[in-house]
């Protein structure tokens, strides 16, 4: 593990969007051609891909983790059942993928960066999305957990554990809040088109750590792709909550692309200074780990005053 920064310099976070099998070595070198101190990976590594995340276990950048739908895919539903190439009654993929993370995977839980003051706290692993109950089955077998109320509650007790002040929420699905138009972050762009298609249970554990005076400089997830079906345009990666909160959505879906006979591999980068995000910028790395383009989704307008 490389070694962490203190509170008081800059945190250079990357955030890896939705995955659907587009993990190559290359990755993990431009993530150290990136610099960057912490890794966040929301999920969808790909259909139950347990060499994707078997690659990404082994990556030697400190790492948080939750799990997609995709990651239950041929587990969590009865047609999804119907399709498995395995024999589930011998093997259980879902579960290896879980034990490759360890304790770098923290749905419904935590992991905390004492150095840096700082606690990754996970919100509902394997979510669907959206205001109704979905993946029953595996909330109640693998968390036992029944309802969106019970969830909430789980997500609030990670956060009651965590050792630091500091909370980045790291989710599948974003919460519900950010909007109901097709274009927000978690909109719904799908016929019927509209309606806010976040998490309710992971809002309401957000809203219940803000009532406890917690710092949250950063919520990130993926799920709901940047391009959208209706119009294709791209949807809105990025919100500033009235109380200073960035809410990225980092699913720029596929992330690696062919572009005159380069490859280029996108990541969401976030630099946290004091506790506070002073920007994020959706990058595309090139065949020679270098920035090849650089949109900046978010910049502090004044500077951060360090504590003494």
């Known amino acids: 593990m490389t070694s962490q920064k203190t509170q008081s310099t800059t945190l250079k976070i990357a955030v890896v969007g939705d995955i659907h099998d587009q993990w190559e070595v290359e990755d993990g070198i431009a993530l150290k051609h990136l610099g960057v101190d912490l ?103 693998r968390y036992g957990v029944t309802s969106l109320e019970e969830s909430a509650d789980k997500i609030t007790a990670a956060v009651k554990s965590a050792a630091s002040d500091t909370i980045i929420f790291l989710g599948h699905n974003g919460p519900s809040g950010l909007g109901d138009r097709p274009e927000d972050p978690c909109g719904k762009d799908w016929h019927p088109i509209g309606g806010d298609f976040g998490d309710p249970d992971f809002g309401e554990a957000i809203s219940q750590t803000i009532a406890t005076g917690k710092n949250i400089p950063l919520v990130t997830f993926g799920h709901m792709h940047h391009s959208l079906r209706h119009t294709k345009t791209l949807r809105k990666p990025i919100f500033r909550s009235p109380e200073g909160t960035i809410y990225l959505n980092a699913a720029s879906v596929p992330r690696i692309v062919e572009n005159d006979g380069q490859k280029l591999r996108n990541f969401s980068l976030v630099s946290l200074e004091a506790g506070v995000v002073t920007q994020a910028s959706l990058v595309w790395v090139g065949d020679d780990f270098q920035v090849a383009s650089e949109e900046i989704l978010y910049e502090r307008s004044h500077p951060v005053v360090q504590p003494a």
């Open 39 to 141: 890794v966040l990976f929301v999920g969808d590594f790909g259909n139950e891909s347990v060499e994707v995340v078997r690659a990404i276990a082994s990556l030697d950048i400190p790492k948080a983790a939750v799990m997609g739908n995709h990651d239950a895919w041929f587990t969590a539903t009865e047609w999804g059942r119907k399709k498995c190439p395995y024999d589930r009654s011998k093997e259980d993929w879902v579960q290896e993928q879980l034990d490759l993370l360890g304790s770098a995977q923290v749905g419904y839980g935590k992991l905390d960066f004492p150095a840096w003051n700082l606690t990754v706290v996970g919100g509902r692993p394997f979510t669907w999305g959206g205001p109704e109950w979905r993946f029953a089955e595996i909330c109640k077998e």
